[in-house]
T-cell receptor, first 118, second 116 residues
Framework: GAVVSQHPSWVICKSGTSVKIECRSL??????MFWYRQFPKQSLMLMAT?????????EQGVEKDKFLINHASLTLSTLTVTSAHPEDSSFYIC??????????????FGPGTRLTVL | AQKITQTQPGMFVQEKEAVTLDCTYD???????LFWYKQPSSGEMIFLIY??????QNATEGRYSLNFQKARKSANLVISASQLGDSAMYFC?????????????FGQGTELSVKP
């Protein structure tokens, strides 16, 4: 149980294009999903918290107009990198919790999406 | 502010031996959770073990155990009988109470290499 999928697993795009990454909870409903970014040999950096039916909460320093997050249903959240540039190349990983707001809630992670912008 | 510190960038262990990965944390919350995740080279984050701040006993999950010392604010991961497949990055993370929105804060990670 508690399986999270991401699509695509990797993507290569040209500078200036937009890329959409999907995060799905396959066997549970996720009221809250999280989007992280990870550079090689570094830790995960939280980009935003996504709650179903409401606007995402972005971490300080994350451009909300560049990284558009939509949590349209209890099983799907999407991250769109708009007008991607080479510096946006990174590993993007999402996670989901089964029930929100308690210390015991475990975040289950998707397999990640590796984005390369040429 | 909450903070997680992992001071061991890299660790080596001989196969079948035990290894301890260090993690210290700082928080003003009374209720919080501590997690350990494993990240192999494929990139997926695999949940290993959880310890709640009010749990009096150390958490154990198979070969993984968490040495929780609340007064010292440490939550070290112990892996017994290391296997070659344990070679990976290991991240310690902390989740605060309800007012933190469920966010996880991660440490810098420790790269574990298991030698045959």
């Amino acid at each position: 149980g508690a399986v999270v999928s991401q699509h695509p697993s990797w993507v290569i795009c040209k500078s200036g294009t937009s890329v959409k990454i999907e995060c799905r909870s396959l066997d549970f409903q996720a009221t809250t999903m999280f989007w992280y970014r990870q550079f090689p040999k570094q830790s995960l950096m939280l980009m935003a918290t996504s709650n179903e039916g409401s606007k995402a909460t972005y971490e300080q320093g994350v451009e909300k107009d560049k990284f558009l997050i939509n949590h349209a249903s209890l099983t799907l959240s999407t991250l769109t990198v708009t007008s991607a540039h080479p510096e946006d190349s990174s590993f993007y990983i999402c996670s989901a919790t089964i029930a929100g707001g308690q210390s015991t809630d475990t975040q289950y992670f998707g397999p990640g999406t590796r984005l390369t912008v040429l | 502010a909450q903070k997680i510190t992992q001071t061991q960038p890299g660790m080596f262990v001989q196969e079948k031996e035990a290894v301890t990965l260090d993690c210290t944390y700082d928080t003003s919350d009374q209720s919080y959770g501590l997690f350990w995740y494993k990240q192999p080279s494929s990139g997926e984050m695999i949940f290993l073990i959880y310890q709640g701040s009010y749990d009096e006993q150390n958490a154990t999950e198979g070969r993984y155990s968490l040495n929780f010392q609340k007064a010292r604010k440490s939550a070290n991961l112990v892996i017994s009988a290391s296997q070659l497949g344990d070679s990976a990055m290991y991240f310690c993370a902390m989740r605060g109470g309800y007012n933190q929105g469920g966010k996880l804060i991660f440490g810098q990670g420790t790269e574990l290499s298991v030698k045959p």
